[in-house]
């Protein structure tokens, strides 16, 4: 699932281009233009990167507390659990 359709799938689906979002964020990095969404999250890798054409959210342009999205489905380390995640096993996965 592309990080758009996880955030359509998540808050919904509007017809504005995320360029125009206020989430929307874009840096210069070694002569490269460089976009981000604030409510998926920001990170120093491609994998966060976000596109001027991509249509926006349910978020767009909304007040909002939801932050870190790409946490939702990646975690910042191995031994962290993902919300809603089972565990099988014991602690240590025996």
């Known amino acids: 699932m592309k990080k758009i359709e996880l955030m359509q799938s998540l808050f919904g689906k509007t017809n504005k ?8 964020v874009g ?3 070694n002569n490269k ?5 604030r ?8 994998a966060s990167d976000w596109r001027m054409s991509w249509y926006g959210c349910g978020l767009f342009g909304k007040e909002t507390e939801e932050r870190n999205i790409i946490r939702m489905v990646k975690p910042s380390n191995k031994n962290e659990q993902i919300p809603g995640q089972i565990m099988i096993g014991g602690e240590n996965g025996d």
């Open 33 to 37: 233009n460089v976009y981000k969404c």
């Open 27 to 29: 840096f210069r990095i």
């Open 39 to 46: 409510i998926y999250g920001e990170t120093n890798s491609e």
């Open 17 to 24: 281009p995320c360029v125009q979002c206020p989430h929307f």
